[in-house]
């Protein structure tokens, strides 16, 4: 113990007395780079068996290392100044025992080790990353990230991390389209803010773009200024403020006539009162850097500024690949996770909730904890490992601590991972396998598909949409399975996002109907199933029965008609609108959702009000 703490002692000067240097730091988005990694002693010299590991930013080399194959993605080579010594790759892993990371992701760790001859003050070794012409492109994310070094000096074996911790960063490319966002519902003489941005072709901020907008609107009369100027300063993009007079529905549009590009806002629905509760927006699954199979970092950020999303958890795995020695979130990880959920949530503006992902297998399957807490309070949230409590059911019967309370959202709930395996995480539904407090929603689609129905066929199924030959599971483990065996499941979508891009486009957003924009709110609203889910457009939806808004449960007076309203606003024009109803029947095992009402032709907009004539005994819509 004596010796190895020596041996740590002399591997800690060597931290302060080597000097890191990388090229490049910065790169665009996709581009294809080569990276240089130079470490250099200063004072001290390193022993023969003595070398580095680097552990590069997880996501900027994204195949796996290899030194056998120059000109072959994911190569790596070293090199030294010096004129007598000689390093070599000597290891590439996945986990490095010899090393206690901060954190294990996913992220491969080199090493390099000193041969023949020690290297002496001033000498270096290089190592580089990548083929000449570059191959290995950059993520499509623009962020920032760290590069993790240890040495040994002794070639005792003994590693120690590098105080310094080099960043890289990928930046977005020139921006190829305008996006503009705007409220969902505001009240008429309200001032409200639109945003138009540029985005690059990735969906990153492009930061560079200047230009002159034309701005008009549809809808009831707006005050609006009818030219803005964007400039070098204005970070890619700029706000709007914008009055309707009166009730109705409107959209803003912005026109760079010199690059031929128009954005068109969301829809915006303009009442004469203060509407009990609003519209709001926003993605309740994505991932960072944290999951192991995540990448980037400024998740919150992007979701405010970019996405302009009204809330925002951040749900990274609780557990990983183990038996790969990936873990999930550690200790650490979660304490700075739900400080930065408190330090982003601006009641009014920009809504946090603290999360996690708990992955079990089947007969579980995978969910999303989603909490509400004060700021004050947020310390409290536990971290509930899948891989401790192993099925989401176990959860059920878990004391909160006082303040605490959360909701368990089932996801990509009928996906095989893999159709030659048949293998996946279903989740399964009805009795015993539900609870009525805490799993009160489902997440009806993301990126992978959709999650309704059990139909391979359909354009948005896991089948279909055709990422990594995925399949569709043919069980109970669906959303109107879901609902025929009882659970009374409200609806969102999110986009289960792997690079810290919440709420990017055509993946998923969850809408909710609050009170209040607050957490609070928020968390009353999604409690309370007043929630709709879309892939990714804001339209605007209101589905009542008797009065009662989504995701109530009505008990009707003997003969009392199934009165129905409904308002639907798009994004563009719709192609149809289907209301399906339950009553109880079956085909191929699962339950038979018949369309009462086919709509087509209806333009961009539609309101109706009609009764349901064939209702009886009990149904779902």
Not at 117 to 136: K, N, W
Not at 196 to 222: C, H, K, W
Not at 392 to 410: D, H, Y
């Amino acid at each position: 113990t004596e010796n190895r703490a020596a041996l740590l002692r002399e591997s800690q000067l060597l931290s302060a007395d080597a000097r890191v240097l990388v090229t490049p730091i910065t790169v665009g988005v996709r581009e294809p780079v080569t990276w240089e990694l130079k470490f250099e002693l200063r004072e001290l010299q390193m022993s023969v068996g003595g070398g580095i590991k680097v552990r590069f930013a997880k996501g900027f080399f994204p195949h796996a290392p290899q030194s056998a194959e120059p000109g072959a993605p994911g190569y790596v080579s070293a090199t030294t100044s010096s004129s007598s010594a000689r390093v070599a790759v000597t290891q590439v892993s996945q986990t490095d025992a010899a090393v206690a990371w901060d954190m294990d992701r996913n992220a491969y760790v080199v090493t390099v080790l000193v041969l023949d001859a020690p290297l002496e003050m001033g000498e270096s070794i290089t190592l580089t990353y990548g083929s000449d012409p570059p191959i290995d492109a950059e993520p499509a994310a623009a962020y920032s990230d760290q590069i993790f070094i240890a040495c040994d000096r002794l070639g005792q074996g003994v590693y120690t991390e590098l105080r310094q911790r080099p960043r890289v960063k990928s930046v977005s490319r020139s921006a190829s389209h305008l996006a503009g966002y705007m409220p969902s519902t505001a009240v008429g003489g309200e001032p409200v803010t639109a945003t138009i941005m540029a985005m690059d072709r990735f969906e990153n901020l492009a930061v560079d773009y200047t230009g002159t907008l034309q701005i008009s609107s549809t809808g009831p009369e707006a005050t609006i200024p009818g030219v803005v100027e964007v400039g070098e300063g204005d970070g890619g993009g700029t706000s709007i403020e914008a009055t309707f007079s009166q009730p109705g529905v409107a959209t803003i549009t912005a026109v760079d006539a010199r690059a031929g590009w128009t954005a068109v806002t969301n829809p915006i629905w303009i009442t004469e009162q203060p509407p009990e509760s609003r519209i709001y927006w926003g993605d309740l699954h994505s991932h960072t850097n944290v999951s192991y199979d995540g990448i980037g970092t400024g998740s919150f950020d992007y979701a405010r500024d970019v996405a302009r999303l009204d809330f925002y958890a951040v749900t990274d795995h609780t557990s990983g690949q183990e038996r790969f020695g990936h873990g999930g979130i550690n200790p650490d990880e979660w304490t700075r996770q739900k400080r930065l959920t408190a330090a982003y949530n601006e009641e009014g503006r920009f809504v946090t909730l603290p999360g996690y992902e708990f992955s079990a297998n089947f007969p579980s399957g995978h969910h999303n904890l989603i909490f509400n807490v004060s700021d004050a309070d947020i310390d409290k949230v536990p971290l509930l490992r899948d891989d401790r409590y192993r099925q989401v059911q176990n959860l059920w019967v878990q004391r909160m601590p006082e303040g605490v309370e959360f909701i368990a959202i089932p996801h990509h709930t009928g996906l095989i991972w893999d159709r030659d395996v048949g293998t996946g995480s279903w989740v399964t539904f009805g009795e015993g396998w539900g609870h009525e407090d805490r799993r009160r929603l489902i997440e009806i689609y993301s990126h992978h598909g959709q999650s309704e129905a059990y139909d391979p066929q359909r354009p948005l199924s896991y089948s279909q949409l055709g990422q990594w030959n995925r399949g569709d599971a043919d069980g109970p483990h669906y959303a109107q399975d879901a609902w025929a065996l009882g659970e009374m499941l409200g609806v969102i979508s999110s986009t289960d996002n792997h690079s810290s891009q919440p709420g990017s486009n055509q993946r998923g957003l969850a809408a909710v109907y609050a009170r209040e924009l607050s957490r609070d709110g928020i968390f009353e609203g999604l409690k309370h199933r007043q929630t709709y889910g879309t892939t990714g457009q804001r339209i605007l939806l209101d589905f009542r029965i008797n009065g009662a808004p989504m995701g109530s449960q009505i008990t009707l007076e003997s003969g009392q008609s199934v009165a129905i309203d409904l308002f639907i606003h798009g994004t563009d024009t719709l192609e149809y609108v289907e209301l399906l109803r339950w009553a109880g029947g079956y085909a191929n095992g699962h339950p038979t959702f018949l369309p009462i009402q086919r709509l087509e032709n209806v333009g961009q907009s539609l309101q109706t009000a009609f009764v349901d004539a064939g209702f009886s005994g009990q149904a779902v819509y």
